[in-house]
């Protein structure tokens, strides 16, 4: 959102603020790039009562976001949330376990580093390969291979571990299914009840241990 124009951001969150200010609505949440987040920017989200930030961190592995193209780096994403937390604004952090480059042991470091800056909440977006974009090109070529099912839920049932520890809540757990995201997924661990299936892991995880 903040990396929008000045006369985008203002467009769209003015009349956004009418309804915090006559009482309709309690506050207003934006998502970002971390590489757009600037003490000019949160000052204007402050301006308009935004107090929740998200942001698309993904992973903090510099080659993982390397290869997928990111275009920020995890000391972008360190940097952000702290200025974020300085303006006393919500931080939210979303990653995105299965990027190009990664195996078990990113993932799971990632899921450490992202816990070590106490975010409020989480959401993790296991990677999918949808048509249309890079990524599918990448698949295509066999320059990129999808996770299985079993390798993701394995991963998010202990990256979900990690963040209980922390007493950090995990919103989200995999997508939202609607027939549109069905429809242009080509290959990944899609799931419409992920979050069970990563629950039961984690369940029997612990009862091994």
């Known amino acids: ?5 000045i006369e985008e951001q203002v467009k769209l969150l003015r009349p956004a603020y009418v309804y915090v200010k006559n009482g309709r609505l309690d506050a207003l949440r934006v998502s970002t790039r971390p590489d757009a987040v600037t003490r000019s920017a949160i ?3 402050k301006r308009f009562k935004v107090t929740t930030v998200e942001l698309g ?10 290869l997928s193209g990111r275009g920020h780096t995890a000391n972008d994403s360190i940097r952000a949330v702290s200025l974020l937390k300085e303006a006393s604004i919500k931080v939210g952090l979303q990653i995105m376990p299965g990027l190009p480059g990664d195996t078990l ?4 470091a990632t899921a450490k580093e992202v816990a070590k800056l106490t975010p409020d909440f989480v959401r993790i977006y296991p990677t999918l390969v949808i048509r249309s974009t890079p990524l599918e090109a990448l698949y295509k070529r066999g320059e990129y291979r999808a996770w299985t099912m079993d ?8 990256i979900l571990s990690i963040f209980e520890k922390a007493a950090i809540p995990v919103i989200r757990l995999g997508l939202q ?14 799931h419409p009840a992920f979050r069970d299936l990563v ?5 029997n995880l612990k009862a091994a241990t």
């Open 57 to 66: 961190v993904q992973s903090m592995n510099p080659r993982v976001l390397k």
């Open 105 to 108: 042991s990113t993932v799971i």
């Open 199 to 203: 629950e039961k892991s984690l369940k």
């Open 177 to 190: 299914p609607t027939d549109e995201l069905a429809a242009a997924i080509v290959a990944g661990p899609f």
């Open 151 to 158: 390798d993701m839920v394995t991963a998010c049932a202990q």
């Open 43 to 45: 000052n204007l989200l």
């Open 1 to 5: 959102f903040t990396a929008l124009s």
